[in-house]
């Protein structure tokens, strides 16, 4: 499991992208980037990290399922998961 303050931090992330989301979008079409630079750095989408739902992971994760690839085993295993079957031939 990742650190709680780890999961804290990237829901701030994702609080802060979309308090500025609409301000970025009329900076980038009128191409002020002097603006833009003025604005905090979490403001930018590219800063929020995908995170397994279950464990907290980033590395690894499936954004089909929404987990890391550990978790998708242990549940795909478990029959956790609707259609997915351990392969066999």
């Given amino acids: ?47 929020v990290v995908n995170r397994c739902a279950m464990s907290g992971r980033r590395r690894g994760y499936w954004r089909k399922f929404g987990v890391s690839r550990l978790t998708f085993r242990e549940a795909a295993l478990n029959g956790l998961i609707p259609g997915v079957t351990k392969a066999s031939w």
């Fill in 1 to 47: 499991m990742a650190k709680k303050a780890w999961l804290e931090r990237n829901k701030k992330k994702q609080e802060t992208v979309k308090k500025f989301a609409a301000i970025r979008a009329e900076l980038k079409a009128k191409r002020d980037y002097i603006g833009l630079s003025k604005l905090p750095k979490n403001a930018s989408p590219t800063r």
